[in-house]
C-alpha cells in the first residue's frame, strides 16, 4: 500500500546546506550570520568566529575558510 505522507514530503525541496560565520554563543544557541547579511539560531558545536555549514536549524560541521562569492538573481 502506497504511503501518500511519504508522497507528500517527496514533492518538498531538500532543505539547503548554508555556510555562515559564528558570531556568538549564548548556551547551547549559537548565532550564525549568512554570507548575504542573514542571521540565523542554530544548535551544534562550533567556536565564535568559525566558519560552519548549517542545515535546518544544526551545525552539520565546520566550512572551509574559502572567500565567498554572492550572486543575486
Not at 507528500?8 to 525541496?13: I, R
Not at 542573514?38 to 567556536?47: S, W
Request: no cysteine; hydrophobic share 45%; net charge neutral.
Amino acid at each position: 500500500m502506497r504511503n501518500v505522507y511519504r508522497d507528500f514530503l517527496d514533492l518538498l525541496p531538500p532543505r539547503p546546506l548554508q555556510v555562515g560565520t559564528v558570531l556568538s554563543i549564548s548556551g547551547e544557541v549559537f548565532t550564525v550570520e549568512l554570507p548575504g547579511g542573514g542571521i540565523l539560531q542554530a544548535r551544534g558545536q562550533a567556536t565564535v568566529g568559525q566558519r560552519v555549514f548549517v542545515r535546518d536549524g544544526l551545525i552539520e560541521g565546520a566550512a572551509p575558510n574559502l572567500p565567498v562569492v554572492v550572486i543575486a538573481v
